[in-house]
């Protein structure tokens, strides 16, 4: 079995990674003058968390079989992932210069065929927990004990698709999978509000995933003590359930200037902007 990066309960080290990857994201969406940066921001601390100290990966062995699963449902948050990837090991930071150009491997979506380090292609929203919930079931089948995680956003949970994955995940009792809800509140398109920005017409959203036969565990998306505990308590209980896992995040995270913000859902930065948010992300990292 293959150790993961960062042994449990040192958060200090997840918190210089995280603090790293996010930077690297700006650096990288500036770079390319495209690509998304709110749901990125929102979704790092997760991806720290899950590449550094839950999975069962090895970036040496991308395509091992008894490798934990990840699928990444919101695709065009790619750059967070990328950004994890490379520090974790699976390609050299220097290759994060070729996001979203021609030719890259890391495209503006993730496609499984271009980099090895990747469980699915995705960018439809909606169809990430199907893929999920095959592999989940290939695992059973095949006696092999990984586990698939799959990351949504909260606005892909509009489409119908996630629903009749989740009411089959569950009718199987597939135990070894686990979803993660991005609950950052402000998907790119909802139910219009009154004022200017978009209202999250989510109600309920841990009743729902209950009312589907889910084990439903909720957790602060960006207190890596607390993301570290929750995603080894779903990954570890085992009841004939799936498991969601709830996660309450800020849309641009780590940006004054970008943090609940609507219109940094994916817009490029100008070298000012740039420099602002590298200036406020490396003085939010010193102790």
Same mark, same amino acid.
């Given at each position: 079995?293959?150790?993961?990066?960062?042994?449990?309960?040192?958060?200090?080290?997840?918190?210089?990674?995280?603090?790293?990857?996010?930077?690297?994201?700006?650096?990288?969406?500036?770079?390319?003058?495209?690509?998304?940066?709110?749901?990125?921001?929102?979704?790092?601390?997760?991806?720290?968390?899950?590449?550094?100290?839950?999975?069962?990966?090895?970036?040496?062995?991308?395509?091992?079989?008894?490798?934990?699963?990840?699928?990444?449902?919101?695709?065009?948050?790619?750059?967070?992932?990328?950004?994890?990837?490379?520090?974790?090991?699976?390609?050299?930071?220097?290759?994060?210069?070729?996001?979203?150009?021609?030719?890259?491997?890391?495209?503006?979506?993730?496609?499984?065929?271009?980099?090895?380090?990747?469980?699915?292609?995705?960018?439809?929203?909606?169809?990430?927990?199907?893929?999920?919930?095959?592999? &989940?079931?290939?695992?059973?089948?095949?006696?092999?004990?990984?586990?698939?995680?799959?990351?949504?956003?909260?606005?892909?949970?509009?489409?119908?698709?996630?629903?009749?994955?989740?009411?089959?995940?569950?009718?199987?009792?597939?135990?070894?999978?686990? &979803?993660?809800?991005?609950?950052?509140?402000?998907?790119?398109?909802?139910?219009?509000?009154?004022?200017?920005?978009?209202?999250?017409?989510?109600?309920?959203?841990? &009743?729902?995933?209950?009312?589907?036969?889910?084990?439903?565990?909720?957790?602060?998306?960006?207190?890596?003590?607390?993301?570290?505990?929750?995603?080894?308590?779903?990954?570890?209980?085992?009841?004939?359930?799936?498991?969601?896992?709830?996660?309450?995040?800020?849309?641009?995270?780590?940006?004054?200037?970008?943090?609940?913000?609507?219109?940094?859902? &994916?817009?490029?930065?100008?070298?000012?902007?740039?420099?602002?948010?590298?200036?406020?992300?490396?003085?939010?990292?010193?102790?």
């Amino acid at each position: 079995m293959a150790a993961v990066g960062v042994p449990s309960g040192e958060s200090q080290t997840l918190r210089a990674v995280a603090g790293e990857a996010r930077r690297l994201i700006v650096q990288s969406v500036h770079r390319a003058q495209a690509g998304h940066l709110g749901g990125p921001l929102s979704a790092v601390d997760v991806l720290v968390a899950l590449y550094f100290q839950i999975l069962r990966v090895d970036p040496a062995r991308p395509d091992w079989p008894e490798r934990d699963r990840f699928i990444l449902s919101k695709g065009h948050s790619c750059i967070a992932l990328y950004v994890v990837l490379a520090l974790r090991g699976y390609f050299p930071l220097e290759e994060l210069a070729t996001f979203d150009a021609i030719n890259s491997r890391l495209q503006g979506h993730p496609d499984m065929t271009a980099l090895p380090a990747l469980d699915m292609s995705t960018g439809s929203l909606g169809q990430g927990l199907s893929p999920g919930i095959g592999m &989940a079931l290939g695992a059973r089948r095949r006696g092999l004990g990984f586990r698939t995680y799959v990351m949504l956003g909260d606005g892909e949970l509009q489409e119908g698709q996630v629903w009749e994955a989740a009411f089959v995940a569950a009718r199987y009792g597939l135990e070894n999978l686990v &979803a993660i809800v991005d609950h950052n509140r402000l998907p790119q398109y909802s139910w219009p509000a009154e004022d200017e920005g978009r209202l999250l017409y989510q109600p309920e959203i841990a &009743a729902r995933w209950a009312a589907f036969g889910w084990r439903v565990l909720e957790m602060d998306g960006h207190d890596l003590d607390e993301i570290g505990e929750t995603l080894a308590y779903a990954g570890e209980q085992v009841d004939g359930r799936p498991t969601v896992v709830i996660a309450h995040t800020v849309k641009g995270k780590g940006v004054s200037f970008m943090e609940n913000a609507f219109a940094w859902h &994916a817009r490029p930065l100008t070298d000012a902007e740039r420099d602002q948010a590298l200036a406020e992300l490396t003085e939010g990292a010193r102790p």
